[in-house]
């Protein structure tokens, strides 16, 4: 049973932000409010920030890493003082996991700010503890009410890391500023083929100055390494302050293994398993679940794509667009079968859009439909070819299921876009108009907007990049996107921004009404 608390009034949203991503050493009543009597160097730290994810109407994954073996507490309270604790929560942070740990809590009220306090306490002697670090989220509606988040992608990309001098990751800061009730990060959390170096020179004869690491000086090759690269981004201040404040909806692409990767023909020196899987993908697979707050999938298999819904105006799913592709490069001339969700995938994706209550069905992907690509879909102008026919199948799907109001967000082309598909510009005609919001990069290089195809007739309603490639963050160039949702009316509203919080172009989508004759179509999928 759900316990109806209400948080203090009083205090801005914006200020409850702030200071839910600050430290204290003792927080209110509770557990975690013991007397810390051992020395300093006993007690175990947080040791890259915390963060919240996966958020729902009544639970949340919470994460922390600690800077050796120790065991996590976790509680939340509707209270930023803990007067009431509502959930509890522990784990261990083992060295099999570099020291990271996370937890589920469960029997949260919904619609409602949460806090939450993270400790790491000695395994063998709790009394020996550290630092407590408060965070916040928000959960999901269960009634009708407005919602707000915001996307991006890219971040570390093409040796642009952490630049204090610069305001480091601004982005981060100004997605804070926009208090969203969480984030979906489009992939490229990393850039593990990205190394960064010490000074970089600008094109107006500037020097851009990186924070330095051991492990993010090379290539990614290594477990060690892998985990390095997300190490590297809990430096920065923002980052840190945004994901102690607002949840994360992760899911990955690319840069998370190595460029345009796929699941067979990616490996280094250390090749292949018995069963043909690469070595590398593995490790990077393993460091990417390590450092993410994602739910744990049943079948426990490293499963990145899921749905999670957050109130009765939206479904947001999450697709993973590397793991079940083809081997090949997207070209014209190969004639072998081709996928870039998969059967299993694609066949999850029909079942749980058809099954979706939610007035808007966000679809959350890892790169565009429409944008010219060997690595991704479109392969030029014409009919369906390669992998555009898995997308054919998916887009008459939801024609023929009756499923409105379908909306998909993707980043990975470092710029920012606006997209309307129509069949009346098409080439494949058997689809209902749909929109797709591109944003990005949050902090890496910028580049040129790239051409469509007419395959499913994308307009650019807006784009912005830069007119050559691989611009430095400092000139301005970072984009992110907001969505707002009217409780009310169901109206959404997505924004697309810039690094300084200037809306660049805007757009209302009223929704439609449902056209499923009322039963799941389990016989067409």
């Given at each position: 049973m759900?316990?109806p608390?209400?948080?203090k009034?009083?205090?801005?949203?914006r200020?409850?932000?702030?200071?839910s991503?600050?430290?204290?050493?003792?927080?209110?009543?509770?557990?975690?409010?013991?007397?810390?009597?051992?020395?300093a160097?006993?007690r175990?730290?947080?040791?890259?920030g915390?963060?919240?994810?996966?958020?729902?109407?009544?639970?949340?994954?919470?994460?922390?890493?600690?800077?050796r073996a120790?065991?996590?507490?976790?509680?939340?309270?509707a209270?930023e003082e803990?007067?009431?604790i509502?959930?509890?929560?522990?784990a261990?942070?083992?060295?099999?996991?570099?020291?990271?740990?996370?937890v589920?809590?469960?029997?949260?009220?919904?619609?409602?700010?949460i806090?939450?306090?993270v400790?790491?306490?000695?395994?063998?002697?709790?009394?020996?503890?550290g630092?407590?670090?408060?965070?916040h989220?928000?959960?999901?509606?269960?009634a009708?009410?407005?919602?707000?988040?915001?996307?991006s992608?890219?971040?570390?990309?093409?040796?642009?890391?952490?630049?204090?001098s610069?305001?480091?990751?601004r982005?981060?800061?100004?997605?804070?500023?926009n208090r969203?009730?969480f984030?979906?990060?489009?992939?490229?959390?990393?850039y593990?083929?990205c190394p960064v170096?010490?000074?970089?020179?600008?094109?107006d004869?500037?020097?851009?100055?990186?924070i330095?690491?051991?492990?993010?000086s090379?290539?990614?090759?290594t477990?060690?390494?892998?985990?390095?690269?997300?190490?590297y981004?809990?430096l920065?201040?923002?980052?840190?302050?945004?994901?102690?404040?607002?949840?994360?909806?992760?899911?990955?692409?690319?840069?998370?293994?190595?460029?345009d990767?796929?699941?067979?023909?990616?490996?280094?020196?250390?090749?292949y398993?018995?069963?043909?899987?690469?070595h590398?993908?593995?490790?990077?697979?393993r460091a990417?679940?390590e450092?993410?707050?994602m739910?744990?999938?049943?079948?426990?298999?490293?499963?990145?794509?899921?749905?999670?819904a957050?109130?009765?105006?939206?479904?947001?799913?999450m697709?993973?667009?590397?793991?079940y592709r083809?081997?090949t490069?997207n070209r014209?001339?190969?004639?072998r079968?081709?996928?870039?969700?998969g059967?299993?995938?694609?066949?999850w994706?029909?079942?749980?859009?058809?099954?979706s209550?939610g007035?808007?069905?966000v679809?959350a992907?890892?790169?565009p439909?429409?944008?010219?690509?060997?690595?991704?879909?479109?392969?030029?102008?014409?009919?369906?070819?390669?992998?555009?026919?898995?997308?054919?199948?998916?887009?008459?799907f939801?024609?023929?299921a009756?499923i409105?109001n379908?909306?998909?967000?993707?980043?990975?082309m470092?710029y920012?876009?606006?997209?309307?598909y129509?069949?009346?510009?098409?080439?494949?005609?058997?689809?209902?108009?749909?929109?797709?919001f591109v944003?990005?990069?949050?902090?890496?290089?910028?580049?040129?907007?790239?051409?469509?195809?007419n395959?499913?007739g994308?307009?650019?309603?807006?784009?912005?990049g830069?007119?050559?490639?691989?611009l430095?963050?400092?000139?301005?160039m970072q984009?992110f996107?907001?969505?707002?949702?009217d409780?009310?009316?169901?109206v959404?509203?997505?924004t697309?921004?810039d690094?300084?919080?200037?809306?660049?172009?805007?757009?209302d989508?009223?929704?439609?009404?449902?056209?499923r004759?009322?039963q799941v179509?389990a016989?067409h999928?």
């Amino acid at each position: 049973m759900q316990i109806p608390i209400r948080a203090k009034h009083g205090l801005t949203r914006r200020q409850l932000l702030i200071r839910s991503a600050a430290t204290v050493a003792v927080a209110g009543l509770g557990g975690l409010a013991r007397p810390h009597l051992s020395r300093a160097v006993d007690r175990p730290l947080i040791a890259s920030g915390i963060q919240s994810g996966d958020v729902s109407a009544n639970s949340a994954v919470i994460w922390a890493r600690a800077d050796r073996a120790a065991r996590m507490r976790v509680e939340c309270s509707a209270s930023e003082e803990f007067k009431t604790i509502i959930g509890t929560a522990s784990a261990d942070a083992l060295p099999d996991r570099d020291f990271t740990a996370k937890v589920l809590l469960g029997g949260l009220p919904s619609g409602q700010a949460i806090f939450y306090r993270v400790r790491f306490e000695n395994i063998d002697e709790p009394e020996i503890a550290g630092e407590i670090q408060v965070g916040h989220f928000r959960t999901g509606p269960t009634a009708r009410s407005n919602v707000s988040f915001v996307w991006s992608g890219d971040t570390t990309g093409q040796g642009w890391g952490i630049d204090e001098s610069r305001g480091g990751m601004r982005t981060y800061r100004t997605m804070l500023d926009n208090r969203p009730d969480f984030f979906i990060h489009s992939g490229d959390h990393i850039y593990a083929d990205c190394p960064v170096e010490r000074e970089l020179k600008l094109p107006d004869g500037g020097v851009w100055r990186n924070i330095v690491t051991e492990e993010k000086s090379v290539v990614a090759q290594t477990l060690a390494q892998f985990r390095g690269n997300y190490k590297y981004n809990w430096l920065d201040q923002s980052f840190r302050a945004f994901h102690a404040a607002v949840p994360l909806f992760a899911q990955w692409d690319d840069h998370e293994v190595t460029n345009d990767w796929a699941p067979i023909g990616t490996a280094d020196e250390t090749g292949y398993a018995e069963d043909g899987t690469s070595h590398l993908v593995a490790r990077a697979r393993r460091a990417f679940h390590e450092f993410m707050p994602m739910r744990a999938t049943p079948a426990q298999d490293g499963r990145i794509y899921r749905k999670i819904a957050y109130g009765p105006l939206l479904d947001v799913f999450m697709i993973d667009m590397r793991s079940y592709r083809d081997s090949t490069g997207n070209r014209r001339d190969d004639h072998r079968d081709t996928c870039i969700l998969g059967a299993s995938q694609l066949a999850w994706l029909k079942r749980e859009l058809v099954a979706s209550d939610g007035t808007w069905k966000v679809i959350a992907a890892d790169m565009p439909i429409g944008l010219i690509s060997e690595d991704a879909i479109a392969l030029g102008d014409g009919p369906p070819e390669r992998r555009e026919h898995e997308i054919a199948d998916l887009l008459s799907f939801i024609k023929r299921a009756g499923i409105r109001n379908t909306v998909w967000l993707t980043a990975d082309m470092h710029y920012t876009a606006a997209h309307h598909y129509d069949p009346n510009r098409a080439a494949y005609q058997d689809f209902e108009p749909f929109w797709e919001f591109v944003s990005g990069p949050l902090h890496a290089g910028t580049w040129a907007p790239a051409p469509l195809d007419n395959t499913f007739g994308p307009k650019a309603m807006f784009q912005k990049g830069c007119s050559g490639e691989n611009l430095a963050p400092c000139f301005g160039m970072q984009f992110f996107g907001r969505v707002d949702i009217d409780g009310k009316t169901g109206v959404m509203t997505v924004t697309l921004k810039d690094v300084d919080n200037r809306d660049l172009w805007s757009v209302d989508l009223e929704p439609r009404p449902d056209a499923r004759p009322g039963q799941v179509m389990a016989q067409h999928i």
